[in-house]
């Protein structure tokens, strides 16, 4: 399970962490973070000397563990986890651009259009999955209906058939 990373020993608002510890504080492996650096999940270090590690920074780490966090949580494949955290992106820099007071209202109307695209993308997703996991409820709850309608048969056949069994004089007389 992921740690808060400021719960990590030694680990201080603005260290600079190793992949391992960050692994283990963010609940995954050295391995896949490496491999969301690659396919571009996470933003890849500076260059670094040959043999050097990679430090990776207290933004970095809540990064990573808002990746892992969507992913566990949405059940997102990689490709659409890039789509909701280039959104993400976005709408951060749309921020940024409205937090300064030289913006003119009609770029300011703008921002706001803008960041509501980037929503509507982000809610599109999150919709989209919570349509699947909706019909796959309805799947499951019709099967196990199906399931316990069949026990209740099989119940209903065991009780006919015992209750056969105990009354003597529904028993088929002897052929002589």
Do not use: C, W
Request: charged share 40%.
């Amino acid at each position: 399970m992921a740690q808060d990373p400021a719960s990590i020993p030694g680990a201080v608002a603005d260290a600079n962490l190793r992949i391992g510890d960050v692994a283990r504080m963010v609940g995954t492996t050295p391995r896949t973070i490496r491999y969301y650096e690659e396919i571009g999940l996470l933003r890849e270090g500076a260059e670094r000397a040959s043999g050097a590690h990679r430090l990776y920074s207290q933004g970095e780490v809540e990064r990573l563990a808002e990746v892992m966090r969507l992913k566990e949580l949405l059940g997102l494949s990689l490709e659409e986890l890039k789509t909701l955290l280039a959104a993400e992106e976005a709408r951060a820099e749309v921020r940024a651009q409205l937090r300064r007071e030289d913006v003119v209202p009609e770029r300011r109307r703008e921002l706001l259009e803008e960041a509501l695209g980037h929503l509507d993308r982000q809610l599109e997703l999150v919709r989209r999955r919570s349509s699947e996991i909706a019909r796959l409820q309805d799947e499951l709850s019709e099967t196990r209906k199906r399931v316990r309608r069949r026990i209740r048969e099989l119940d209903a056949r065991a009780a006919d058939a015992f209750e056969s069994a105990r009354r003597p004089d529904q028993q088929a007389e002897p052929v002589r």
